[in-house]
Nanobody
Framework: QVQLVESGGGLVQPGGSLRLSCAAS????????MGWYRQAPGLQRELVAS???????NYVDSVKGRFTISRDNAKNTVHLQMNTLKPEDTAVYYC???????????WGQGTQVTVSS
């Protein structure tokens, strides 16, 4: 079992920045990657950014150059720095853990990000 606890999120104006954090606990030795998904009303959940245990990162095209995913292995924490936010970034953001044999199997509770003037 893996527990994921998110923090950050909130309301920000277009062009602003937010930082999301996700602390993992439990069977973290089986985690092969961490990621951030988001889901806007009426849309499917999409993988925004991911980072492997080796540090390789991947981003959806719409956030490249604006979002940065990073990890603090000592604290078992993953961060998502979001800059130059746009209204279309508004969504509930979920932290997720990718397990060796189960794929994206664990999820945080979700945190709302709203970009609006």
């Amino acid at each position: 079992q893996v527990q994921l606890v998110e923090s950050g999120g909130g309301l920000v104006q277009p062009g602003g920045s937010l930082r999301l954090s996700c602390a993992a606990s439990g069977s973290i030795f089986s985690i092969t990657a961490m990621g951030w998904y988001r889901q806007a009303p009426g849309l499917q959940r999409e993988l925004v950014a991911s980072i492997t245990s080796g540090g390789s990162t991947n981003y959806v095209d719409s956030v490249k150059g604006r979002f940065t995913i990073s990890r603090d292995n000592a604290k078992n924490t993953v961060h998502l720095q979001m800059n130059t936010l746009k209204p279309e970034d508004t969504a509930v953001y979920y932290c997720a853990a990718h397990m060796r044999t189960r794929g994206w199997a664990y999820w945080g509770q979700g945190t709302q990000v709203t970009v609006s003037s």
